[in-house]
């Protein structure tokens, strides 16, 4: 850490870099904290965990036992006996107690995106409620047709407040906070809709995942998904670098744009000098330099292997799985760029956003959850991948599989696991009722002194006292 903090200090240290390397030597220290507590007032197993987006402050959970709760992060609420470990008690909790609570288990409860002020629950007894934070009572709460699995709202919309809902019925339902009403219904699934989420970076962009093992993406500015995934249509690895695809862009570029004009050369010089003045007709010329009949047969060429599907067409795309069971499981990573999925055949399978492609990752074997929808969690830097894999939560690395973390602390079933990249922190919640924190382990004190018992020089300074 010092050789990075000398780096940075001459200059030979960019600060983004700098910042990235700390972030990513603290996450790759993980352990089960032993300074940090949290008290989970669940009396049912913990199905869901977020924390605020504005402050990266407040965690919220929700409960089997048709509980929610929030906890301060940040700030303790008291500390045990020597003064080590901080304990976090809930701020406010709502429970079946409540006059407006629900009745069944809470499987999903999420932040508003914008501030804390609100807060949205979705429950098995087919209601999703919006929640005041400061007075706990319910705005608004939105009647559906069976179970709600998973709920989700964009963090990137600036043009609406839509709730996306999934439920056992088939159908996607985007709940509108500002008129109370459902805004519109997305039907294409064939089962239950177990997993939700939003795009990262375009608000009217959906992700689904139902029971009958698609992977569906909607534009909600229309009518049917634009694509479903294929786990059969692959590509090995990431995609080329934007410098390295552009490269090949120009390199296509001119083979198309000056490979015609050649052969018309030696076409129109076998015939004479003549003929090539007379039948050539005038073309006007672009800004680049190239006519624009030569960059319309371009567009053609580019457009020619492309083919649109009309919604409502059944074709074998839209028949097409990105998981042999349930996919109860979804995690866009932070640049939008790709997906993780996970399913009830127990395989972990990564997403190419772009071309639609299975990246072909394989990643080691674990057993996962089939019942139930799982929370997973992708670091700041989408290096490692956080998955519940029955009573244990494993990191992998995102890019080649490999389990590089066994987290074990948990007495029962893992649900879902949440990361703070605020300050590189894990969240886990379980069956067994409990929250816990993995952290980043501290600088002790023997590792600040020498094997002598002195300190390290490397903050002494030869001028003062």
Not at 56 to 80: H, K, M, P, W
Not at 205 to 229: E, K
Not at 297 to 310: M, N, P, T
Not at 331 to 340: A, E, I, P, S
Request: hydrophobic share 35%; with cysteine; net charge positive.
């Amino acid at each position: 850490m010092w050789k990075e903090i000398g780096d940075r200090e001459f200059g030979k240290l960019r600060t983004n870099l700098f910042r990235n390397r700390i972030k990513s030597a603290r996450i790759a220290s993980i352990q089960l904290s032993n300074y940090k507590d949290i008290i989970s007032p669940h009396r049912g197993s913990v199905n869901s965990l977020q924390v605020d987006l504005t402050e990266g402050r407040y965690l919220l959970s929700s409960a089997s036992d048709a509980s929610v709760a929030a906890y301060d992060v940040q700030r303790a609420t008291e500390y045990d006996g020597s003064g080590l470990i901080a304990k976090h008690k809930h701020i406010f909790l709502v429970d079946k107690q409540h006059e407006q609570g629900h009745k069944y288990a809470i499987s999903t409860a999420i932040w508003y995106p914008i501030d804390t002020g609100l807060f949205i629950t979705g429950s098995y007894d087919h209601y999703v409620n919006v929640w005041d934070t400061n007075t706990t009572q319910v705005v608004i709460n939105f009647k559906m047709p069976g179970k709600v699995y998973k709920t989700a709202m964009s963090p990137v919309a600036t043009s609406h407040m839509l709730i996306a809902a999934g439920s056992e019925d088939v159908q996607i339902r985007l709940c509108d906070i500002s008129s109370g009403a459902f805004a519109h219904t997305l039907s294409g699934h064939r089962d239950g809709v177990m997993s939700v989420e939003w795009s990262a970076s375009s608000e009217w962009v959906l992700v689904t995942g139902g029971r009958d093992g698609a992977i569906r993406f909607w534009d909600i500015r229309r009518a049917g998904c634009f694509r479903v995934l294929d786990q059969s249509h692959s590509q090995l690895g990431r995609r080329p670098t934007l410098l390295t695809r552009s490269t090949a862009n120009k390199f296509r570029a001119r083979n198309i744009f000056y490979l015609p004009a050649q052969s018309s050369t030696l076409k129109s010089s076998s015939g004479g000098p003549s003929s090539s003045a007379k039948g050539r007709p005038s073309q006007k010329k672009m800004g680049n330099g190239v006519s624009i009949k030569q960059s319309a047969i371009a567009r053609q060429v580019r457009g020619a292997g492309k083919q649109r599907l009309h919604p409502g067409m059944l074709s074998s795309q839209d028949r097409a799985t990105a998981h042999y069971g349930a996919v109860n499981g979804l995690k866009v990573t932070n640049d939008g760029m790709y997906l993780l999925s996970a399913g009830s055949d127990s395989r972990l399978r990564l997403w190419d956003i772009e071309s639609g492609c299975n990246t072909l990752v394989n990643y080691e074997t674990s057993r996962l959850q089939a019942t139930k929808a799982i929370q997973l969690a992708i670091s700041h830097d989408s290096s490692l991948a956080f998955v519940p894999c029955m009573s244990t939560t494993k990191a992998f690395d995102l890019w080649s599989g490999k389990t590089m973390m066994d987290l074990r602390g948990h007495y029962e079933n893992v649900n879902c696991c949440l990361y703070n990249s605020l300050d590189q922190e894990l969240y886990t919640g379980g069956n067994d009722r409990k929250i816990l924190v993995w952290s980043p382990s501290e600088v002790t004190t023997e590792e600040l002194e020498g094997r002598d018992g002195q300190a390290f020089a490397i903050d002494q300074d030869n001028w003062s006292d």
